[in-house]
């Protein structure tokens, strides 16, 4: 975690990847409470013999903390973090970096998903006066 720069060191997610991701800075607070109270060695959330959390004991962990009603999994919260960038105008490239992806083909599958603010875009032909 480089809090000054608000950046996540993400070893081993989703595909075995190393990633780097956005630190929030709401969350940035819990996570030092988090880190006074446990004192993680190796990893910012170890599992009980201090070895990363595994994906099942992440899965369970989060289906715990949900209250909402959706099915919902671990790979929710990459998809509602991809589509929430976008619909901030996020470029697609800096979303391709954050997911890890290698193909831009893999991230425009979030290009679907939304289209919060295309009333806004305007077609080039409403310029010309014809």
Sequence with gaps: MDSGRRILNVRAGKG??????????????YLRQYYKAYRPKDWLFEGQDGEAYSYGSARKVFKRAC?????????????????????????LRYIQ??????????????THITRKGMEKIKSPLDNLEI
């Design 97 to 110: 970096a954050l997911l890890g992806h290698h193909s831009s083909k893999t991230t425009e599958i979030y």
């Design 16 to 29: 075995k990847k190393d990633r780097v991701t956005l630190l929030s800075g709401k969350i940035l607070t």
């Design 67 to 91: 209250e909402i009603k959706k099915k919902v999994s671990l790979h929710t919260l990459r998809h509602s973090f991809a589509t929430h960038l976008l619909e901030q105008g996020a470029d």
